[in-house]
């Protein structure tokens, strides 16, 4: 870590061209890294945090981060070309894991955060085939902890890695060893550092569904559910009532279609209650994570299915609140602020919309649909074409929210219960499936390019930008 207000550019500078010649004798400049410009230091007062896990330092997509620029697009610090995959970045400190795969093997990748120099890889082999086509990459995004890393493959293989060396801890072969078959899409669920534990949703037939793993031996330590298989959607903690609990959205391949909510307790692994939350069509999975809020969980799911708020009583027992049609997220998970629930609506492209919806009630504020028309070049003619945000990601910070569309384009923008507003904007690229949650650490923004670049060639990259205002 640099210490902003003791070094001065001068010195910023001259350490960022040592790493760049380190980086150009590894040989990983053109193949893998390419640096493209120093970050700006930190403001003085900037609050700061690392990232590492999936929805960030407070598991609910919302960022602590302040003095962020408004300014887009931002620049870019550095690319990394790397194969294909879903999964977002984790970052502690100078270090950056994010897994991803390359022929036959899937690979963690540690990078240093400001340069995308390589600090170390481990490679494992994979035959993990999408049954839809999509993708062969993982999907899982990796989770930092301390002096350790954890990452889960599409086939379920769930690795244990020293962070400062890479060298293997421990692993589990999930799918073998819980006789999980492979689910539509592999395995996706992000896992979670809880105390000791880290907790994950197996899936197993006829149980568990989630278990509790030792995160430095990998040995169970507790069991919990029998009913409900994978989901797509990850575990997330929280306080209520002034006790700790794990919710957990399961649900994944199964006829008939099941899944629900489950409140767990990470201590002994006991299910306070478990609440059904499913589409009934067979090709469908619980995707979007659980938002936690006052003593309440929203939930949601597509496939004609909606959303529901279930309220946790101080017995830990449950109550529904309300039930809506008209929110229901695919994939990504909606953000809460004071008082509302804000989120991307829809299943496809063309029927997704962002709406408000009103948490107190579950009625839907208002629904707008961010589009514009962008003149693009292709095949030497330029012509216009309407685009839009479809199936946005969410994350607040800084006192408004960044969206990443699913076709490469960054927004700031204020959501309130009045209105959608546009603050900046601006295209990163043109490329489909840009579906993973952005990372934000240090001032840093980290996007997840998942296709080729259909204007510039591009392959897909992993994107550092420079946020400091």
Request: charged residues 20%; contains cysteine; hydrophobic residues 40%.
């Amino acid at each position: 870590m640099y210490d902003d207000d003791a070094m001065s550019l001068i010195s910023r500078r001259a350490i960022f061209e040592g790493l760049i010649v380190n980086v150009l004798r590894s040989g990983f400049v053109g193949a893998q890294t390419r640096i493209l410009s120093t970050p700006r230091p930190l403001a003085r007062d900037a609050v700061t945090d690392d990232w590492t896990a999936f929805l960030g330092p407070t598991h609910n997509a919302i960022s602590t981060e302040t003095r962020l620029s408004r300014t887009l697009p931002p620049p870019l610090v550095w690319e990394f070309i790397r194969g294909t995959g879903y999964a977002s970045p984790a970052i502690a400190g100078e270090r950056l894991v994010f897994l991803h795969r390359l022929g036959n093997e899937e690979i963690v990748e540690c990078l240093h955060a400001e340069t995308g120099a390589t600090h170390w890889q481990f490679r494992y082999p994979t035959d993990f085939e999408d049954r839809y086509g999509y993708n062969n990459g993982p999907r899982s995004s990796p989770v930092i902890d301390a002096a350790r890393a954890f990452t889960v493959g599409a086939k379920g293989q769930l690795h244990c890695l020293d962070l400062g060396t890479g060298k293997l801890v421990w692993k589990r072969d999930l799918a073998i060893e819980y006789r999980v078959r492979q689910d539509f899409f592999g395995t996706a669920s992000t896992p979670l550092i809880e105390g000791q534990l880290l907790i994950v949703n197996v899936g197993a037939p006829g149980g568990p569904s989630v278990v509790g793993l030792d995160k430095t031996t990998g040995r169970d330590m507790w069991r919990a559910g029998k009913e409900w298989g994978p989901s797509y959607a990850s575990p997330v903690p929280a306080v209520v009532h002034g006790k700790r609990r794990v919710f957990v959205f399961a649900g994944g391949e199964s006829n008939p279609p099941t899944g629900g909510l489950m409140s767990i307790d990470p201590t002994d692994g006991r299910v306070d209650f478990a609440y059904p939350w499913r589409s009934r069509s067979y090709e469908s999975v619980n995707a979007s994570c659980p938002v936690v809020f006052d003593n309440k969980v929203f939930i949601s799911a597509s496939y004609r299915t909606g959303g529901a708020l279930v309220e946790i009583r101080p017995d830990f027992t449950h109550r529904v609140l309300w039930t809506t049609q008209e929110f229901g997220l695919h994939f990504n998970t909606p953000v809460y602020r004071n008082g509302y629930l804000y989120g991307f609506d829809g299943r496809n492209e063309p029927d997704a919309s962002l709406a408000c919806v009103d948490a107190a009630s579950g009625k839907v504020v208002w629904r707008e649909t961010p589009e514009w028309t962008e003149t693009i070049e292709a095949g030497g003619r330029r012509q216009q074409q309407l685009v839009g945000t479809y199936r946005g990601s969410l994350l607040a910070a800084d006192g408004q929210f960044l969206c990443l569309g699913e076709l490469g384009h960054l927004l700031w923008i204020d959501l309130t219960p009045k209105g959608y507003k546009e603050v900046s904007r601006a295209r990163l690229f043109a490329a489909r499936e840009s579906w993973g949650l952005p990372a934000l650490s240090r001032g840093l923004l980290y996007v997840a390019q998942n296709t080729r670049d259909i204007l510039s060639g591009a392959r897909p990259r992993l994107l550092c930008y420079d946020l400091r205002a």
